[in-house]
């Protein structure tokens, strides 16, 4: 009886443990998108043309600072999590930037070509003005994989396994941007599909880096052909002679279709990591 006792003691301050990761996981996301909305109105501070960079700034060190408590919480440092820049880094950054890269080009390429569209210059495009914009990604960028894939996503891996914490913090960051006014459909097709990815890349790097390189690769793609509205961009799809109603169906069907395929992608890799046990 005695040791039936100790045995259900032991079992419930397991799976207390693991509750308390989860909710503590949960917690740093929903802290951090908070503190982001509070602060975030302290970006008009600054000149229209720096606004972006004034609010991935914003975002950079709200990050920080949340992950920074929930490290004390802990009684962990943030090296722990993934923030430390080590001799890989720059590696790490510019692998994932490079695998952001071909995949995103891939995925847009596959839409304009199964629904017989074509990419045109914009006609105002000015190469200058597009990096000055476009480089605040890299903050946007930087400010979401701390949030999401230091503290919480590394210390939910660690304390229930690596699916909880793909799962999980996709829901997340889901949730995140559709709180930053995305709607439902497109922040789980989009952000949600791509977590696993950004996942994946912690999980094989043991940091953020490749992460990020992935994120704003991702981004930026999306950005130089314009499917980001409050960017200037280089190029376009030509809708010049308009797009029908069922020709736009079939343009989102494809869209569906191919982040179906990236969460296959960032499924299967995830996968091939843990069989290989090549998680760090």
């Not at 962990?76 to 590696?91: E, H, I, R, V």
């Not at 000055?132 to 946007?140: H, N, T």
């Not at 709180?179 to 949600?192: A, I």
């Amino acid at each position: 009886m005695d040791n039936f006792f100790i045995i259900l003691v032991f079992q419930f301050a397991y799976v207390n443990k693991k509750l308390v990761a989860f909710l503590q996981a949960i917690l740093c996301c929903v802290l951090f998108t908070a503190a982001l909305a509070l602060t975030g109105p302290l970006k008009h501070v600054l000149p229209p043309q720096f606004e972006r960079y004034a609010y991935g700034a914003i975002g950079v060190i709200v990050s920080l600072v949340v992950v920074w408590l929930f490290c004390k919480w802990v009684k962990k440092q943030p090296a722990d999590y993934g923030l430390q820049w080590g001799s890989k880094s720059s590696k790490n950054f510019l692998t994932g930037f490079i695998f952001g890269l071909i995949l995103s080009v891939l995925a847009f390429f596959i839409v304009i070509w199964a629904n017989g569209l074509s990419v045109v210059l914009a006609a105002d495009y000015n190469i200058g003005i597009f990096f000055l914009w476009a480089m605040a990604l890299l903050l946007l960028s930087l400010m979401e994989e701390i949030a999401f894939r230091s503290f919480a996503f590394i210390h939910l891996k660690n304390n229930l396994g690596i699916w909880p914490a793909q799962i999980t913090i996709a829901i997340l960051f889901a949730l995140y941007h559709v709180v930053g006014g995305q709607d439902m459909p497109t922040s789980f097709m989009g952000p949600g599909v791509w977590a696993f990815i950004f996942g994946w890349a912690v999980l094989r790097s043991g940091g953020i880096a490749m992460a990020t390189g992935i994120h704003f690769a991702a981004n930026l793609l999306q950005t130089v052909m314009g499917q980001k509205s409050s960017y200037p961009s280089i190029w376009k799809v030509d809708i010049s002679e308009g797009i029908s109603a069922s020709l736009q169906q079939q343009i989102n069907t494809t869209g569906m279709l191919v982040q179906g395929g990236i969460l296959i992608v960032g499924i299967v890799l995830t996968i091939m990591l843990q069989r290989k046990k090549l998680v760090v």
